[in-house]
């Protein structure tokens, strides 16, 4: 269901809880981390934890590729850092 943002509106509203008592783990900048800021959620991107990678997967890792190269390159992120 995710990254649509109706998916994370409706955990939360089936978990009755706010976005301010929810964090997303995720390894996946376009569905994770797209999603859980959509609804201002805390969000933790860890390093991918698939072995093999299915063909859409693969699709988003290519452009995340771009966005970390940018992020890297303007210093707002660096890989294998971590927020405190």
């Given amino acids: 269901c995710k990254p649509f943002p109706f998916c994370f509106k409706k955990a939360m509203k089936d978990h009755g809880l706010k976005a301010n008592q929810i964090a ?3 390894d996946q900048m376009y569905t994770d981390i797209l999603g859980g800021n959509i609804w201002g959620l805390y969000t933790i991107l860890t390093a991918p934890i698939a072995i093999k990678d299915r063909n859409i997967t693969k699709v988003f890792r290519f452009f995340e590729e771009l966005i970390y190269g940018y992020l890297e390159k303007k210093k707002l ?6 927020d405190d």
Avoid: D, P
């Fill in 77 to 82: 992120l660096k890989r294998g850092e971590f």
């Fill in 24 to 26: 997303i783990l995720g």
